[in-house]
């Protein structure tokens, strides 16, 4: 089992920063690719951005590409989503997801999932 735990979100102006992070414990945490989700009111759980085990490797949809971007700490078990340049469009409850694929870019490649934590955009 890997419990996931993210932090970080808020309410922020449209152009702001936000930092997500996601703390993993349980089975070593290394051994899982990770990925970020979000959910908007209404529509389905989308891909957000995904990390390698080690890292090395990251994707992104086209949405986010140039503002997001993922990280990993493996020595703190922790993944990272620094948003930036924040636009309306980006509200959505964001979800940290662990998987054993090489990317976790999927719902159906997630073994495991965070509660979520709310990132509110105002325009």
């Known amino acids: 089992q890997v419990q996931l735990i993210e932090s970080g979100g808020g309410l922020v102006q449209t152009g702001d920063s936000l930092r997500l992070s996601c703390a993993a414990s349980?089975?070593?945490?290394?051994?899982?690719?990770m990925g970020w989700f979000r959910q908007a009111p209404g529509k389905e759980r989308e891909f957000v951005a995904a990390?390698?085990?080690?890292?090395?490797?990251?994707k992104y949809t086209d949405s986010v590409k140039g503002r997001f971007t993922i990280s990993r700490d493996n020595a703190k078990s922790t993944v990272y989503l620094q948003m930036n340049s924040l636009k309306p469009e980006d509200t959505a409850v964001y979800y940290c997801a662990a998987g054993r694929y090489f990317y976790v870019d999927k719902v159906s490649n997630a073994d495991y999932w965070g509660q979520g934590t709310q990132v509110t955009v105002s325009s």
């Open positions: 990390a390698s085990r080690s890292g090395g490797s990251s």
């Open positions: 349980g089975r070593t945490s290394s051994n899982y690719a």
